[in-house]
């Protein structure tokens, strides 16, 4: 069974136009959800991590936020150099220091 | 700025071969990982280290080896490389749980 399921997979915007990106996770007892960044051919760069429901964390142009179920990605007013992928993880109680990943979702930002 | 290094970045390398893949981190931190992670797909843990002599294996172990001897040093070795290990293996590092990765090392096996 799916961990972690990240949606839409891929993702094109106008500059400008904002949206927001899912990560909804079946887990249970979570001990922490993480975004991360990834551009080609480079490893994954830490963005975020949410432990409880109704947490909010940003930066920049991207807000993260959780629910019990599932956490967003918001992009507002992206620009092109927030084209990559975005990678979401959990922790659970049972998984120790391993983490479930999902496939991410591949954000264009066209000018 | 996190400080994780990997080599080779890229290496093509014939079937049967023994390859040890290179990650050193300068952060201090216990907490190493390997990934493997193909394209469109999910990260796969292959194995991860808690701090030195300690060692787990993750889902894709099977077929490769890991040693933590220095803190800052964790090696991933495969015994005999295969075409099915072709793929982009990735190193990470973590002083809690937030993970610090390499630029990854891009592997075909011929």
């Known amino acids: 069974e799916d961990q972690v399921t990240q949606s839409p997979e891929a993702l094109r915007l106008q500059e400008g136009e904002s949206s927001s990106l899912n990560c909804s996770y079946t887990?249970?007892?979570?001990?922490?959800l993480f975004w991360y960044r990834q551009d080609p051919g480079k490893g994954p760069e830490f963005l975020f991590t949410?432990?409880?429901a109704g947490e909010e964390k940003e930066k920049e142009r991207l807000k993260a936020t959780l629910t019990k179920k599932e956490s967003f990605l918001h992009i507002t007013a992206p620009k092109p150099e927030d084209s990559a992928t975005y990678l979401c993880a959990v922790r659970g109680p049972d998984t120790g220091n391993q983490f479930y990943f999902g496939t991410g979702t591949s954000l264009t930002v066209i000018p | 700025e996190a400080d994780i290094y990997q080599t080779p970045r890229y290496l093509v390398i014939g079937t049967g071969k023994k390859i040890t893949l290179e990650c050193s981190q300068t952060m201090g931190h216990d907490k190493m990982y390997w990934y493997q992670q193909d394209p469109g797909m999910e990260l796969h843990l292959i194995h991860y280290s808690y701090g030195v002599n300690s060692t787990e294996k993750g889902d894709l172990s099977s077929e490769s080896t890991v040693s933590r001897i220095r803190t800052e040093h964790f090696p991933l070795t495969l015994e005999s490389a295969r075409p099915s290990h072709t793929s982009q293996y990735l190193c990470a590092s973590a002083r809690t749980y937030e993970q610090y990765f390499g630029p990854g090392t891009r592997l075909t096996v011929t």
């Open positions: 949410l432990y409880s």
């Open positions: 887990v249970s007892g979570l001990r922490g």
